[in-house]
């Protein structure tokens, strides 16, 4: 059974920084999805197991995926955050290519975080 750990989040103000993290329990495509309230769930980074990136247009240049594969931790830096942000953030993890199912807001993956609540004020 693979199991992921988020951590981070919280409140901060436009134009602040947070950083999430997710631990798997293995070596995995992995990448984080979002919920805004009211709204569908939607696709914002992946990493591939040879750590390739991509990003959703919207956060193209302000966040940053990573993986350290030694700790199997995914992490999202995200600068200069914006009020539109705010949402609740969830770490995927699988054994396909999860940018395949960007599309879908995830639809189809397999394992799932618990969600983070990312909050931007402005």
């Known amino acids: 059974q693979v199991q992921l750990v988020q951590s981070g989040g919280g409140l901060v103000q436009a134009g602040g920084s947070l950083r999430l993290s997710c631990a798997a329990s293995?070596?995995?495509?992995m990448g984080w999805f979002r919920q805004a309230p009211g709204k569908e769930r939607e696709f914002v980074a992946a990493?591939?197991?040879?750590?390739?990136?991509y990003y959703t247009d919207s956060v193209k240049g302000r966040f940053l995926i990573s993986r350290d594969n030694a700790k199997n931790t995914m992490y999202l830096q995200m600068n200069s955050l914006k009020p539109e942000d705010t949402a609740v953030y969830y770490c995927?993890?699988?054994?396909?290519?999860?940018?395949?199912?960007?599309?879908?807001?995830?639809?189809?993956?397999?394992?799932w975080g618990k969600g983070t609540l990312v909050t931007v004020s402005s």
């Open positions: 995927a993890a699988d054994r396909t290519w999860i940018y395949r199912n960007r599309a879908t807001g995830g639809y189809g993956l397999n394992y």
């Open positions: 293995g070596h995995y495509s």
């Open positions: 990493i591939s197991w040879s750590d390739g990136t």
